[in-house]
T-cell receptor
Framework: GENVEQHPSTLSVQEGDSAVIKCTYSDSASNYFPWYKQELGKGPQLIIDIRSNVGEKKDQRIAVTLNKTAKHFSLHITETQPEDSAVYFC?????????FGSGTKLNVKP | EAGVAQSPRYKIIEKRQSVAFWCNPISGHATLYWYQQILGQGPKLLIQFQNNGVVDDSQLPKDRFSAERLKGVDSTLKIQPAKLEDSAVYLCASSQHPERTDTQYFGPGTRLTVL
C-alpha cells in the first residue's frame, strides 16, 4: 500500500516567518494531495489541495507544490500568525482512498 | 451548509465493554468514511461506504469492530469487546462524488478512552 512520510514532526517559528512542511509518497498512482489543519479537540480541516496535473497552487498565505517525478509535495505558509499554530497533516489519495502522514506540530511564537 | 456531525464527543469505558459511535454526514454526500486516529498519528481508514454498501473494510478489525450505514445516510461504528489499544479518536468523514477522487470533510471526532 501507499506510504506517506512527513517532516518535520515539530516546527517552531517566529510570528511573521515562513514555515515549510514536506511529504513524500510511494504510490505513483496517487493523484490527489490534500493538506489538513487539526486544532486541539477538533477534526481535521482541509486548508488546501492539489491534483496531479498541477505543479503549484496558492491561496493567500498558503501554497502547495507538487513534484510528481520525485514523489514529494510541500506546504508553504508565509507571514505566519499565532492562529496558524496547530497540527498539519498531508495526505495522498487515489480514487477516494487517502493515506495520511504522521503530522507536523507547528508552533508560531508571538 | 452543516458539517459532519458525530456523537458522543467523548466516551470512557472499561476494557471488554461495548461502545457505539454515530455519524451524520454532509447532506447529499454519497461516501462515508470511519477513521481511527491514535494520539500522535495521522488518521487511518477503518471502513468506507458508498451509499449503504461497503467499498473498503480491509483495515477494520472485524473480530471486534462492526459498522453499518442503513438507508445510505447515518452510520454507526461499534466496538465489542473493547481493548486498551482501541483508545483513540474516531473520525467520520464524507465526500460527495464517488466517481472521482474527492475532498473528504471531517467531523469533530469521538475521543474514546478504554481503561
Amino acid at each position: 500500500g501507499e506510504n506517506v512520510e512527513q517532516h518535520p514532526s515539530t516546527l517552531s517559528v517566529q510570528e511573521g516567518d515562513s514555515a515549510v512542511i514536506k511529504c513524500t509518497y510511494s504510490d505513483s498512482a496517487s493523484n490527489y494531495f490534500p493538506w489538513y489543519k487539526q486544532e486541539l479537540g477538533k477534526g481535521p480541516q482541509l486548508i488546501i489541495d492539489i491534483r496531479s496535473n498541477v505543479g503549484e497552487k496558492k491561496d493567500q498565505r498558503i501554497a502547495v507544490t507538487l513534484n510528481k517525478t520525485a514523489k514529494h509535495f510541500s506546504l508553504h505558509i508565509t507571514e505566519t500568525q499565532p492562529e496558524d499554530s496547530a497540527v498539519y497533516f498531508c495526505a495522498s489519495g487515489n480514487f477516494n482512498k487517502f493515506y495520511f502522514g504522521s503530522g507536523t506540530k507547528l508552533n508560531v511564537k508571538p | 451548509e452543516a458539517g459532519v456531525a458525530q456523537s458522543p464527543r467523548y466516551k470512557i469505558i472499561e476494557k471488554r465493554q461495548s461502545v457505539a459511535f454515530w455519524c451524520n454526514p454532509i447532506s447529499g454526500h454519497a461516501t462515508l468514511y470511519w477513521y481511527q486516529q491514535i494520539l500522535g498519528q495521522g488518521p487511518k481508514l477503518l471502513i468506507q461506504f458508498q451509499n449503504n454498501g461497503v467499498v473498503d473494510d480491509s483495515q477494520l478489525p472485524k473480530d471486534r469492530f462492526s459498522a453499518e450505514r442503513l438507508k445510505g445516510v447515518d452510520s454507526t461504528l461499534k466496538i465489542q469487546p473493547a481493548k486498551l489499544e482501541d483508545s483513540a479518536v474516531y473520525l467520520c468523514a464524507s465526500s460527495q462524488h464517488p466517481e472521482r477522487t474527492d475532498t473528504q470533510y471531517f467531523g469533530p471526532g469521538t475521543r474514546l478512552t478504554v481503561l
